[in-house]
């Protein structure tokens, strides 16, 4: 949604703050809605739940595309938070969540908005059809003999991408205004720093935590611990901040675009969390679904926080700085936090 705010603001005549309800009222209504599609799915069955919100989304994107104000526009939005929050818990849409915000701009620049919407209407019946042709029924009960010590492949789910979401609300005001002056595709192109970054966090931050859980494995005499994994959260820690910290600087003191691209936006916004998800299942399998739930919940929740935040006296500074500051306490929550309590426990 993010490159397109400048087209939407033209046609509906909005504000800064009316943009980000555009983001935000999706964002909660795609967190809390997983309170509903988690004990559906354990109910019904994953694959009813799944073709019931992909048809919901079908008529989202129809109502989005057809919306003639921005009353109209807010709710579809809404319903469309509803319909796609089974990529947080029950399956995870890794590519089309930095491919869309990419061809958006583009799209909507040389053929009007709406367009998106048709095109991502063509892909979501798609998607309705694949479902009913080869997802089968993967909600049942699974018996066990054995549990093997050796850890598990780091968990990469919808979960591991989200740090993205804030700064997509604010590159839109930022690189559209001087001195950048972006075009909404050239915004959309921006976010092609957020796809190198977030398949360089996937493809290493997996394998490292199952070295280091196999490695601190072997010393303990075989025994595994959950925690053993959380010392490789430590590199990219300090990755994510770097990337928060100089992002932020460049967007207040307006440095250039490249700095904020690569360093800002490239960072490996996928390995904190895919470490940290993967940790929590680790410790709580049996909830490991209701995990996804809360931690989706409070997410979106803080991130529309960030927007009401960055958007209250009209500042997209503001806003870049309040989803940096959010950003920030999350790395260290996930990141720093975890591990430091792993090394005390271990010299205790």
């Known amino acids: 949604m993010g490159p397109m705010f400048p087209l939407f603001a033209a046609d509906f005549h909005l504000n800064d703050t009316q943009l980000s309800f555009l983001t935000g009222a999706c964002f909660l209504a ?3 809605a997983n309170f509903i599609i988690v004990p559906w799915s354990k109910t019904f069955g994953r694959r009813l739940a799944s073709l019931t919100f992909c ?3 079908i008529t989202s994107c129809i109502w989005q595309a057809l919306a003639t104000s921005y009353t109209s526009m807010l709710a579809a939005r809404v319903i469309n938070g509803i319909a796609t929050a089974t990529s947080e818990t029950l399956m995870g849409y890794f590519l089309g969540l930095f491919i869309g915000t990419i061809i958006s701009g583009n799209i909507a620049q040389r053929y009007g908005w709406r367009s998106f919407f048709w095109l991502s209407l063509a892909l979501t019946c798609f998607n309705f059809i694949t479902l009913m042709l080869c ?4 909600h049942f009960r699974r018996y066990s003999t054995s549990e093997n010590s050796e850890p ?3 968990i990469s789910s919808d979960q591991s991408i989200k740090q993205q979401d804030p700064k997509n609300l604010a590159e839109s005001s930022i690189l559209n205004a001087p001195p950048y002056n972006f075009s909404p595709s050239g915004v959309g192109y921006a976010n092609f720093a957020f796809v190198v970054g977030g398949l360089i966090g996937l493809a290493t931050a997996g394998p490292l935590s199952d070295w280091v859980a196999v490695r601190a494995t072997k010393r ?5 611990e959950a925690e053993m994994r959380l010392p490789a959260l430590i590199p990219y820690f300090f990755i994510t901040v770097v990337g928060i910290v100089v992002g932020g600087v460049a ?10 691209l690569v360093v800002g936006y490239g960072v490996c916004v996928t390995a904190v969390p895919t470490i940290a998800i993967a940790y929590a299942v680790d410790c709580y399998k049996p909830v490991s679904g209701d995990i996804m739930v809360v931690a989706t919940v409070i997410k979106k929740y803080l991130w529309f926080c960030h927007e009401l935040l960055g958007y209250a006296d009209g500042s997209t500074k ?3 700085a ?4 959010g950003m920030g306490v999350d790395g260290w929550t996930a990141g720093a936090g975890p591990s430091v309590l792993f090394l005390w426990k271990e010299s205790a």
Not at 135 to 138: D, H, K, L, V
């Open 152 to 154: 598990r492949t780091t």
């Open 251 to 260: 967007y207040d003191r307006l440095w250039d675009w490249l700095v904020i």
């Open 55 to 57: 048809l919901l989304g």
């Open 30 to 32: 795609l967190g809390f």
């Open 322 to 325: 309040a989803c940096h500051g």
């Open 318 to 320: 503001r806003l870049f």
């Open 220 to 224: 303990n005499n075989g025994i595994r």
């Open 135 to 138: 997802f089968p029924e993967t």
